[in-house]
């Protein structure tokens, strides 16, 4: 059975930092891509940041420069590292992976920035 949990969220004035963490059972990090998305009230959820099995990593504009993901796959955890934070980065953040043809959705974190 997979289960992904993600946690590190929080609230936090703009300009801060928070870092999310993604742990994995069920599924090995280390050969599946594995991103983060985020949905805020009203909105679509859209994609942030995300990296492959061979640890390529790819970011939306919207967070280029400002968010770092990373894998540990000792740990089979990934992290997002979020600086410089923004009152429109306020949502909540979910970790998403599976091999091809499946995909597994943690439960979310909540992620307020505050102006």
């Known amino acids: 059975q997979v289960r992904l949990v993600e946690s590190g969220g929080g609230l936090v004035q703009a300009g801060g930092s928070l870092r999310l963490s993604c742990a994995a059972s069920?599924?090995?990090?280390?050969?599946?891509?594995v991103a983060w998305y985020r949905q805020a009230p009203g909105k679509q959820r859209e994609l942030v940041a995300r990296i492959s099995g061979l640890a390529y990593t790819n970011y939306s504009d919207s967070v280029k420069g400002r968010f770092t993901i990373s894998r540990d796959s000792a740990k089979n955890t990934v992290y997002l590292q979020m600086n410089s934070l923004k009152p429109e980065d306020t949502a909540v953040y979910y970790c998403?992976?599976?091999?091809?043809?499946?995909?597994?959705w943690g439960q979310g974190t909540q992620v307020t920035v505050s102006s």
């Open positions: 998403n992976s599976g091999p091809s043809g499946s995909s597994y």
């Open positions: 069920g599924i090995r990090f280390g050969i599946n891509p």
